[in-house]
């Protein structure tokens, strides 16, 4: 009998499953740096996007986070009810929101964002300079194609 060999990859080095673990761990470690803020990763990216665009419509916040439309008006709908958000109908298009970042969802954005960056940087820990930063540039082209 001949001895087969595989070709296929191992599961160690599906990309895909590689990403989706990464994205496991990122998440993991934002939440438990976000502590008592109970913002989740996806929160915190509309919250930001919201506060770095004051007339941000729901379709921006589409646009500038990569969450899909039905999932963000889920979270502004959710963060309106904390106090984070208000949501308004348009003036130029009657059929858009208009978002914007309340008192309450600033103080949380502003104790939020070194929590975030520390995040970032313990997913980052085990990367030289260098790697981290042709990772952050490789993720960036692909999550913009």
Same mark, same amino acid.
């Given at each position: ?19 989706? $673990?990464?994205?496991? /761990? &990122?998440?993991? *470690?934002?939440?438990? #740096?976000? +502590?008592?803020?109970? %913002?989740?990763?996806? @929160? ?46 348009? $003036?130029?298009?009657? /059929? &858009?929101?208009? *978002?914007?970042?309340? #008192?309450? +969802?600033?103080?949380? %954005?502003?104790?939020? @964002? ?32």
């Amino acid at each position: 009998m001949q001895k087969r060999t595989s070709t296929r990859a191992s599961l160690d080095e599906g990309l895909v499953h590689l990403l989706h $673990r990464v994205s496991q /761990r &990122a998440d993991e *470690v934002f939440i438990r #740096e976000m +502590g008592g803020t109970g %913002l989740t990763p996806r @929160q915190f990216a509309v919250l930001l996007a919201a506060a770095q665009n004051e007339k941000s419509s729901q379709t921006d916040l589409v646009e500038r986070t990569g969450i899909d439309r039905s999932t963000v008006a889920e979270m502004v709908r959710r963060m309106v009810k904390k106090g984070l958000l208000q949501r308004r109908r348009s $003036r130029q298009d009657a /059929r &858009a929101y208009a *978002v914007r970042v309340t #008192e309450e +969802g600033r103080r949380t %954005l502003d104790a939020a @964002q070194p929590r975030a960056e520390r995040a970032g940087a313990a997913v980052l820990e085990n990367l030289s300079g260098e790697q981290r930063k042709v990772l952050v540039d490789a993720l960036m082209a692909i999550a913009r194609s």
